[in-house]
């Protein structure tokens, strides 16, 4: 027994009487149904090669536009958080004082928080970047990066929002911010990536979730010692400090000129 194929959406083509909002709908419905065909289950062989390659060249287009962006921190939280209220403040202020240390501000490259960490960052100049990701509806770019890229699956995004990294600002932010939150813990906890500091912002929002992994501390379902992955704090300066001793020091980074050695997969410097 087989597993059928997924359907085939009909084509819409640009002809005289069809608009750009049909074809963007077209658009849209034919991404979220690959995207569905995905992760539906087996397919045929051949369309898993395809998809393979896809893959592939997700990461390909990652590797030739942010080789050379880094160090980088990456800033995770919610596209919803309007502009002017206080978690996105936060936000602009904290990747202001990344920028000052140096950092290259690394985002999902949306808007709301993300926004505010490009711009932050921006604004002072310092080094933005943004790696958005395509949807069935759309997610436009900020207009605080430097430089961008658009991922096909969430799984290549949240890799090279890792990546390239040596610490990760967690701000207020829903499922999917939760996601990169605690991908990111788990890759530490498990020695798959170095220690690198997490700091979590917006005491407010976030106390019952610190008060629920203290829970699973006391339960036995993480280390006792995991808890202390996260800096908890609504202070820029003391979350400042700690990525200075944690990732600056840690790991001896310094400001030197960026590199303009050979491109191998068409890389490009960032210049600021």
Known sequence: MTAPESPECPKVTPQHGVDDV???????????LAERGFLSGPRSRLRDLSTLFTVAWDFIKAFRVLHFVGPCVTIFGSARVPEGTTYYELTRKMSARLA????????????????????????????????????????KGNPYVDREVTMKYFFTRKTVLVKYSYGFVVMPGGAGTLDEMFETMTLIQTGKVRNFPIVLMGKEYWQP???????????????????????????VEDAAAHIERHAVRQFGLRKRPLPKGMSVLGEKSLVK
């Open 209 to 235: 979730l610190m008060d629920f992994i203290y829970k699973m501390a006391d339960e036995g379902m993480i280390s006792p010692d995991d808890p202390d992955l996260i800096f908890f704090t609504d202070d």
């Open 100 to 139: 000052k240390m140096g950092f290259t501000v690394m985002t999902g490259g949306g808007p709301g928080i993300m926004e505010a960490g490009n711009r932050g960052a921006f604004e002072n100049g310092g080094r933005s970047i943004g790696v958005n990701i395509e949807l069935p509806f759309e997610q």
């Open 22 to 32: 049909a074809i963007a709908e077209q658009e849209r419905y034919e991404l979220e």
